[in-house]
């Protein structure tokens, strides 16, 4: 199995300070994990780990104390200076044993915090989903006692430690803790335990290629099982059912109800559900209530957190569900890894609003990193891992002068440059928003050259989309029931009348070309009631009022650019000012720029808004601003428009 020193580092430097409960979905390897810490020595030194069963289904409160007591008096005898001290905790039982089982816990408890050579004593406490609730609680108020006094030197808390392996159920008992002094709860540290990373895989399996590590990572979402039966398959093996013998007991633990709600989810039936992530531990889903069936599928391992949102655990866990309905068809390794591929782009895209939040920032750029290695952009992660490392700008500055002269990117050159030049630039965001271009840029071209379509020059693509002529088009336009060549009569109204219907507006359409305003103003139809669209001056601006389908809009024109006067930036905080809309939408004419992927006609829309003016023109496009992403809200509804098709003539 994969040994995770790093992440048994970091949970030794959390045990110095905090109690622990280390949560994980099934198949993850908790009990491999805990048992490797448990048979090997520490990574720090005289930090030693003894481990406790918790009693099943045992009720009474007495009982489970007496069964509790002696497991741990059992497992004292590993705990330094063994013989001696488990000798003293057996004389110490002797002396007190006409006392209650709890009050003997205490002392044996007392005693070995202050008795041991070990600079820290981590009880691991184990089975915890059998374990009845009055006892345990008992139990853990209890410990929470020593916990109190791990900042007090000489008291016997100040060396206890506890850590406390669950799935659902202990982080259900975390989650709703409560402020009280008496929750047992209040005090845990609550620490996830992933999947493997792709440099513990490697480390393992060292004689392999970088980059068919981390095809197996991303095609395992590092579960040890599926790695270890992955690893000796073929490279080029397809079928992904072969590793589905591993996922048939954490299928077999779902309801029927969870399992249908997968299925329809591979079926195209079903959407993700919205759900907040725990905020202490953002690894973890925290569904509604009526969220409540996902909950099994996220514990049982088909799920995972994804910068925040819901997302298949892996392509396998996919498969493997797919394989359950009539799409079993459809499992080939290279098809879902693509698509896997291109869904977590899509999702980085959407994650940039959420860097702020320092999970979700890490998160992005262990990804990026993996992306990085994965398409060969080695240049980029040593600029990666000093994000990471937050570093400061200036340290990136120069690491950007060191990769720039050989670098076939000419933003690195550009941003190399802004260092002699004294420009700022906008701080982390700017270089993940960056290389989050380059990696696209790469996938895309990757994913063109290895289709099947032959790929044609921009011309002779673009001879052949509109196969008629401009006569025929404009007497096809003038047939169609929405289409009308003549901009609305309208009626002109002054400021104060426009204010009236200010609580009205659902929407402000906003173009930057004559072209897009009379395009979009041909739509405009009269309010209910009213005979003319109305037109209305307010302050620089001039709007028009009306209905856009179903919606109460005002259809405003601005100037090209971001920075000058009549620009989106001054046209859009005036309107948000005067008009108070449900949200702004800007609309026009789309520079597609892959001829293969799009025709004349198609439908775009942004996921990020790039500033006109802060770019460089050469060989490539070079944005040196900060790229906004569009409201998620308004993406996500765009983007699942469904059974919606629009045809030319030609079809």
């Known amino acids: 199995m994969i040994q995770r020193h790093q992440t048994i580092a970091n949970l030794c430097h959390l045990l110095q300070t905090e109690y622990i409960s280390l949560l994980g979905q099934r198949r993850v390897g908790k009990k491999f994990f805990v048992n490797y810490i448990l048979s090997n020595k520490s990574l720090f030194p005289r930090m030693d780990f003894i481990s406790v069963g918790l009693p099943q289904n045992v009720q009474n409160s007495n009982s489970f104390m007496e069964i509790f007591l002696q497991r741990f008096v059992d497992a004292s005898a590993r705990v330094p200076p063994r013989e001696e001290l488990f000798n003293q905790v057996n004389k110490l039982l002797e002396e007190q044993s006409a006392y209650p089982a709890d009050f003997r816990l205490r002392s044996v408890l007392s005693f070995l915090g202050k008795k041991t050579t070990s600079n820290y ?76 990373t792709y440099e513990e895989i490697q480390n393992k399996y060292s004689s392999r290629n970088i980059q068919l590590v981390i095809q197996l990572c991303d095609l395992t979402d590092g579960i040890p099982t599926l790695i270890d039966k992955a690893a000796h398959l073929p490279q080029d093996f397809e079928d992904l059912s072969v590793c589905f013998a591993s996922l048939q007991d954490s299928w077999n633990s779902l309801s029927g109800y969870t399992k249908e709600l997968l299925k329809k989810l591979v079926n195209g039936e079903e959407k993700f559900p919205n759900c907040r992530p725990d905020y202490d531990c953002p690894q973890i889903p925290n569904f509604e209530l009526n969220h409540s069936d996902w909950v099994p599928a996220f514990w049982a391992g088909f799920l995972k957190m994804r910068y925040g949102e819901l997302a298949w655990r892996s392509p396998i866990h996919q498969a493997f569900v797919m394989a359950q309905t009539d799409l079993s068809a459809n499992i080939s390794k290279s098809t879902l890894l693509k698509s896997a591929f291109s869904d977590r782009i899509e999702r980085l895209e959407l994650a940039l609003s959420k860097l702020n939040n320092p999970d979700i920032f890490n998160e992005v750029v262990e990804e990026l990193i993996s992306f990085s290695v994965q398409l060969s952009e080695m240049e980029l992660i040593s600029i990666l891992e000093m994000l990471r490392n937050r570093e400061e700008d200036k340290a990136i500055l120069k690491e950007l002068e060191k990769v720039a002269p050989k670098s076939k990117y000419q933003w690195i050159s550009e941003t190399s440059r802004s260092i002699y030049d004294g420009n700022s630039i906008s701080g982390y965001e700017f270089f993940i928003q960056i290389i989050l271009l380059v990696i696209k840029r790469k996938f895309q071209s990757s994913q063109e050259v290895n289709s099947d379509n032959q790929i044609h020059d921009n011309q002779s693509v673009e001879s052949n989309v509109l196969a008629i002529s401009e006569d025929e088009l404009e007497a096809w336009m003038n047939q169609q029931a929405w289409y009308s060549a003549k901009f609305p009569e309208y009626k002109e109204i002054s400021q104060s009348q426009g204010q009236l219907f200010s609580e009205k507006i659902d929407i402000v359409i906003m173009t930057a070309t004559d072209v897009e305003s009379e395009a979009v103003g041909y739509l405009l139809e009269p309010y209910p009631r009213r005979r003319k669209v109305l037109k209305v001056a307010c302050g620089s601006e001039t709007y028009f009022l009306g209905k856009f389908g179903k919606h109460n809009a005002v259809l405003t024109q601005c100037e090209m650019g971001s920075n000058s006067q009549g ?85």
């Open 121 to 196: 004593l981590i009880i691991v406490l184990q089975d915890l989903a059998e374990v009845s609730e009055e006892p345990l609680k008992d139990l853990l108020l209890l410990l929470r006692e020593y916990h109190n006094q791990r900042n007090n030197p000489g008291e016997a808390g100040s060396k206890l430690r506890f850590l406390v392996t669950g799935s659902f159920r202990l982080w259900n008992l975390c989650f709703n803790k409560t402020s009280s002094s008496i929750s047992p709860f209040n005090i845990s540290k609550r620490l996830f335990l992933d999947g493997c």
């Open 567 to 651: 620009s989106s930036t001054l046209a859009t905080e005036q309107a948000l000012r005067v008009w108070n809309p449900k949200a702004i939408i800007m609309v026009g004419i789309a520079f597609g720029k892959t001829p293969t992927k799009q025709r004349f006609g198609d439908v775009l829309v942004a996921s990020g808004i790039i500033q006109y003016e802060p770019q460089r023109v050469g060989e490539t496009l070079i944005c040196r601003g900060f790229i906004p992403p569009t409201n998620a809200t308004l993406f996500n509804r765009f983007r699942n428009v469904k059974r919606w098709q629009f045809a030319l003539p030609d079809g």
